[in-house]
């Protein structure tokens, strides 16, 4: 079980706005930058976003971050058909169960 | 062109040691963590541990503390991860990941099965 909170499920129709949130606590959201990463079926995870709200070069501004106190979320603006993957949030944790931790991600389909 | 590269599918029995490799190119490998992540068949991401090839310094998760053990080379640019007394949940890919986890490998499927 993570110590970070997702919905196991988002979805909506091409050209919809989505979000996905993760809730943390003091230790790991409320203390560090937030990153998320999306994984398309049968491939390795890439990074969409970094400390909190920044995009990786290519990654297209459809996409956006947030973090307010203990919790974080990923919009996914503009809907389109090759944005159904999983989507995890991740950050350090300065307890002692692991230093870096993931969410249990977000399955988001496009209708 | 930064390329992480890991080393091929394996299988192994219950009890033994299966050792990872990832080797990068494209920018200076001390300059970056190197973290390692599992995927268990149909689940999500777990963050196992990381090296920093810079100083050898390591920190791996509560979960896998005593089984792991991640280390690097710098006169070949790679890392390694090495886990032992595997068990069948132990089934699962591997990735390495470097630094902001920017940049991943493409995995390494560990089959635990006797």
């Known amino acids: 079980q993570s110590v970070l909170t997702q919905p196991p499920s988002a979805s909506g129709t091409p050209g919809q706005r989505v979000t996905i949130s993760c809730s943390g606590s003091?230790?790991?959201?409320?203390?560090?930058?937030v990153y998320w990463y999306q994984q398309l079926p049968g491939t390795a995870p890439k990074l969409l976003i970094y400390?909190?709200?920044q995009r990786p070069s290519g990654v297209p501004d459809r996409f956006s971050g947030s973090k307010s106190g203990t919790s974080a979320s990923l919009a996914i603006s503009g809907l389109r058909s090759e944005d159904e993957a999983d989507y995890y949030c991740?950050?350090?944790?300065?307890?002692?169960?692991?230093?870096?931790?993931f969410g249990a991600g977000t399955k988001v389909t496009v209708l | 062109e930064v390329q992480v590269v890991q080393s091929g599918a394996e299988v192994k029995k219950p009890g033994a040691t299966v050792k990872i490799s990832c080797k990068v190119s494209g920018y200076t490998f001390t300059d970056f963590f190197m973290h390692w992540v599992q995927q268990a068949p149909g689940k999500g991401l777990e963050w196992v541990g990381l090296v920093d090839p810079e100083d050898d310094e390591t920190i791996y998760a509560e979960k896998f503390q005593g089984r792991v053990t991640i280390t690097a080379d710098t006169s070949t640019d790679t890392a390694y991860m090495e886990l032992s007394s595997l068990r069948y949940g132990d089934t699962a890919v591997y990735y390495c990941?470097?630094?902001?986890?920017?940049?991943w490998g493409q995995g390494t499927l560990v089959t635990v099965s006797s």
């Open positions: 400390r909190n709200n």
């Open positions: 003091s230790s790991n959201i409320g203390s560090n930058y």
């Open positions: 990941a470097r630094g902001a986890l920017d940049y």
């Open positions: 991740a950050t350090w944790d300065d307890s002692l169960s692991g230093p870096y931790v």
